[in-house]
């Protein structure tokens, strides 16, 4: 299980999670709604241990965290898929390049990128483009794939498919599920689409309310 418990993150006076506990099974799809601002995103990160809270645990599959961001052994257990991915990849890299990234990281072989990208719909003329020379839908499904090379045990989909057209939305929940189904991994899914995400988790939707509190002193 992918757990956070009372996990507080705030950013100078600002609390944007107080207290937040939430859970994914294995296996498991888990919607999180909620308006813009109240902290999905930040809980996204520090899910994918890329930023440490100041109070709260998180645990993956019974052991805790205590380790964050590049020194964390356990950051390949979780795969973040972001809104944006043109904010997510480096501009020079081509999108075999990015798909290949976490495996060269890893030290894996590299063979897996290529079915991999043929999985999410990308040609061989698009593996050699750079990020500004292809679609954002494109660059998405690399991203996707890029999430998917170590096979992590959890996904954090975050608005992963907010900017798209329908079609490129329904072929990467399709991937994502089909991934889901083959591995038993868990997912996060957090969107402001309430109806993608109740189809998505078949009605296992947390919806947030903001809860801004200014830290007193
Ligand atoms: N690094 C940061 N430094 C300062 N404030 C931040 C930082 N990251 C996020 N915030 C603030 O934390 C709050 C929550 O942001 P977050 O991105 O988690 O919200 P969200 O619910 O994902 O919103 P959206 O649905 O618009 O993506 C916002 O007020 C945001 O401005």
Known sequence: MLEATGV???????????GVSL?????????????S??????LARVLALLLRPSAGTVGIDGRAVTRWRHRAPQRTSIGLIF?????????????????????????RPLERATRLAEEL?????????RPHE??????????????LALEPRYLICDEMTTMLDASTQ????????????????G?????????????WSGGNVQEWQPRPTEIAG
Request: with cysteine; glycine share 8%.
């Open 8 to 18: 507080t993150v705030a950013f100078g006076r600002h609390r944007v999670l107080d």
């Open 23 to 35: 859970s994914v099974r294995p296996g498991e799809v888990v919607g999180l709604a909620g308006p």
């Open 37 to 42: 601002g109240c902290g999905k995103s930040t």
């Open 83 to 107: 809104q944006q991915p043109r904010l997510a990849v480096d501009p020079r890299f081509t999108l075999l390049d990015v798909i290949t990234e976490p495996l060269r990281a890893a030290r």
């Open 121 to 129: 719909g990308l040609t061989p003329e698009l593996f050699v483009r």
């Open 134 to 147: 292809v679609s954002d839908g494109q660059l998405q499904r690399a991203c996707v794939a890029r999430a």
């Open 170 to 185: 329904a072929h990467l929940v399709a991937r994502i599920e089909a991934y889901r189904e083959r591995t038993g991994a």
């Open 187 to 199: 997912v996060l899914a957090i969107s402001h689409d309430a109806e993608l995400l109740d189809r």
